[in-house]
């Protein structure tokens, strides 16, 4: 098949795909991709290493961010060694039920797809320690012997302003080929089934375990204001010394305008098969803007009392007054 004509497939498929009404289906109460009922009890039997190390998050939180940090503190800020795709070394465990389709996922023009995407939970599985894993899974629905905390496995779960993280998750979005207006995109986002959701129930899963001394939250807009905090409270979680220059060395490397342009970490090589099969913007990115309070520059005034209701509504029945009390 000529590269026009796997565009051309890819497309139409990416169009069937984000138009798919039951891609995303409940289970167990949470709104997954259909394919994860393949994986679920896999997932959940798994045997958990005191070494592991999972970064939890709903998506968009600043889950590559964070990432990439841990790496780097468990790797004692070897840069070398983090040239090498940040999936691979840090993989996405449940990624293979979002793309467990091979015939699509083969469609992109001259991509060879990994087993770190396609098998994802038996590359968790098989991985040397310490496994360093990313899940977007709400905390009861983890690895049995995770949520038991017998192990003394870590997890740090990074949350963000739910407004901040509509903008980030349209944009991430608009990269996969979404045709909605950015409006209509917070209606589907505050009222619709989408993946993970309820968005509220997977922040309060994990807040309910902050006595859990094997789980430190993070929030996105702390890493924001002062980086360097963040990082030393970070490696004293994680049992690791860092001196003053690597604290420094990893503040840099962290930075925004470096993390836009890692190419092991921003997903430009994935993106620009996309943009080459017209499924992404031009100017899609997705480490795209790294701002705190976006929603204050973008949002409409009827956006934000719709957001600012839902708020309202959802805070309280987890019995916080406000986002800033997490």
């Known amino acids: 098949m000529s590269e026009v004509n796997q565009c051309s497939k890819l497309n139409e498929n990416y169009r069937k795909h984000l138009n798919q009404p039951k891609f995303y289906v409940k289970y167990k109460g949470v709104m997954l991709p259909k394919y994860f009922s393949k994986f679920g009890d896999k997932i959940e039997k798994m045997d958990i290493k005191t070494s592991d190390i999972w970064v939890c998050s709903f998506p968009r939180s600043g889950t590559t961010w964070t990432q990439e940090m841990v790496w780097c503190i468990v790797n004692d800020v070897n840069l070398e060694a983090a040239k090498e795709i940040l999936p691979k070394r840090f993989p996405f465990l449940e990624i293979s039920s979002i793309c467990n389709d ?3 996922m083969s469609m992109y023009p001259g991509i060879e797809i990994p087993d770190y995407i ?6 968790v599985i098989n991985l040397q320690s310490p496994r360093l894993i990313k899940t977007h899974l709400p905390f009861k629905m983890l690895p049995i012997k995770l949520q038991q905390n017998t192990t003394g496995a870590k997890i740090v779960y990074v949350i963000r302003n739910p407004k901040d993280l509509c903008i980030s998750y349209y944009h991430f979005s608009r990269a996969g080929g979404l045709t909605a207006t950015f409006d209509e995109y917070i209606d589907r986002f505050l009222y619709a089934n989408g993946p993970y959701k309820p968005y509220w129930d997977h922040m309060l899963g994990y807040l309910n375990q902050s006595h859990n001394p094997n789980i430190l939250l993070l929030r996105y807009e702390d890493m924001l204001k002062d980086l360097k905090t963040v990082i030393y409270k970070t490696a004293k979680f994680l049992g690791k ?5 690597q604290v420094e060395k990893l503040v840099d490397h962290l930075s925004f305008r470096n ?5 092991f970490v921003n997903y430009d090589m994935l993106l620009e098969e996309r943009k080459k099969c017209n499924i992404a913007d031009t100017d899609a990115s997705l480490i ?3 701002k705190l309070n976006q929603w204050k520059e973008v949002m409409s005034l009827e956006s934000i009392e719709k957001f ?4 309202k509504e ?3 029945r ?3 007054s406000q986002y800033n009390d997490v």
């Open 288 to 290: 795209r803007c790294g």
């Open 118 to 123: 396609l098998n994802s939970v038996d590359y």
């Open 308 to 311: 600012e209701k839902w708020e």
């Open 102 to 104: 091979k015939e699509t």
């Open 318 to 320: 987890i019995g916080l």
């Open 314 to 316: 959802n805070l309280n």
């Open 259 to 263: 993390m836009k342009e890692n190419r």
């Open 241 to 245: 010394n860092m001196k003053e220059n």
